[in-house]
């Protein structure tokens, strides 16, 4: 055992992970290129497994999967807001923006889960995640309403946390 996580429970979530994306990118089911999928992806996955995740299967449990499509449409939805938030400056330079860097501490444990929020943050308009340090992330804010790390981690950081803290905590 790795890390709690079988080898075969890591090879085999790796193989299935990469047949799924070989299905994505081929947008086809024609059995040729199924077969060629699936040998593929078993080939990476002999090579690559170790390296590929920690978790294995158990992070495909069904609780799981409803809160990644949850953190889906609360990221989509931030996006969408954050979006247009940057279009109304962009569209009347007038309006006050007020640029800055504000920190604040996560409580997610994993790595991965820090990873996916620094990224959920810059993905966003208007934020920039500059660095993560431990637990504390540094951000380049295009509009700070406060600095304090409280007021900082509810308008930045909050919606995504609560959910990935159930996902990957």
Do not use: C
Not at 22 to 49: D, H, N, Q, R
Not at 130 to 137: G, R, S, Y
């Amino acid at each position: 055992m790795e890390t709690g996580v079988s080898k075969f429970n890591k090879f085999f979530y790796t193989w299935l992970m990469l047949f799924v994306v070989w299905l994505g990118f081929t947008t086809s089911f024609v059995p040729s290129e199924i077969i060629t999928g699936v040998f593929l992806s078993f080939t990476i996955a002999v090579f690559s497994y170790k390296s590929f995740t920690q978790a294995g299967l158990k992070s495909l449990s069904p609780q799981r999967l409803v809160l990644m499509v949850k953190y889906f449409f609360v990221f989509v939805r931030a996006l969408v807001k954050a979006n247009l938030d940057v279009a109304k400056i962009v569209i009347n330079p007038k309006l006050p923006i007020n640029p800055g860097i504000v920190e604040f501490e996560s409580k997610l444990t994993s790595s991965f889960a820090r990873m996916i929020l620094a990224n959920s943050i810059t993905l966003t308009p208007g934020t920039l995640t500059v660095d993560i340090i431990d637990n504390k992330f540094f951000i380049h804010w295009l509009y700070v309403t406060g600095t304090d790390q409280e007021t900082v981690y509810k308008e930045i950081a909050k919606q995504f946390e609560d959910i990935l803290v159930k996902i990957y905590n």
